[in-house]
């Protein structure tokens, strides 16, 4: 059975999302490779509008004759990297990014063998890299299925408005979104794609 058809199956049993899926498009995942030059560009486009962030990227891949090595990232210096737009924070957690890589490994073979909850603990070492950042990595570069992310600001307010939750109390309101969303595994990237695309906000990170 497809992932796909699988999914569709699977969340149909919440009333409330079977609702949102009738009549939708279906998603499917992919992988990136690179996995830091993907995790250097959600970096990048962190708090910015999706068109901004695309600018920055291509200033950023166009310091480099084409696709940059983590060495290639930590010889470009702090100033060129503000050069193209990045603040100074965002400069050294680019920097920071390539140093793991090099040191501690960020390659598809390497997270490949870790549970989501090992990824974000590896990978939230870093620097720059909170868990949001960690849940959008796991989704949108290694294609994992089943990651819920109760801090992203658009699945809670789609969820807010869709299970009439209270969002005044941000523990409360959290609690009851994971409590929702434990019912939608093992495919939970797949609920939030379609909340998001119900509230036609996603998260800038491609």
Not at 65 to 88: F, H, K, M, V, W
Not at 166 to 181: F, G, R, V, W
Not at 190 to 197: D, E, G, P, S
């Amino acid at each position: 059975m497809s992932s796909v058809h699988s999914y569709r199956k699977h969340l149909s049993k919440d009333k409330k999302l079977a609702a949102m899926l009738n009549g939708s498009e279906d998603f499917s995942l992919i992988t990136r490779s690179p996995v830091y030059l993907w995790l250097c560009f959600s970096i990048v486009g962190q708090q910015l509008s999706v068109t901004v962030a695309a600018t920055i990227r291509k200033r950023f891949l166009g310091l480099y004759n084409g696709e940059p090595s983590p060495e290639d990232i930590l010889a470009t210096s702090l100033p060129a990297l503000r050069s193209i737009g990045l603040s100074n924070a965002k400069a050294a957690y680019v920097h920071n990014v390539a140093r793991y890589a090099l040191e501690a490994g960020l390659e598809h073979d390497t997270l490949g063998k870790m549970t989501n909850e090992e990824v974000i603990a590896h990978v939230t070492k870093i620097k720059g890299v909170g868990r949001w950042t960690a849940e959008m990595l796991l989704m949108f570069t290694l294609g994992r299925e089943d990651v819920f992310s109760a801090d992203d600001l658009g699945i809670q307010q789609a969820m807010c408005k869709i299970y009439k939750i209270d969002p005044s109390d941000k523990k409360a309101m959290k609690e009851k979104m994971l409590s929702i969303s434990k019912k939608w595994s093992p495919y939970r990237t797949y609920a939030c794609l379609h909340l998001w695309r119900w509230k036609d906000n996603p998260p800038d990170i491609k």
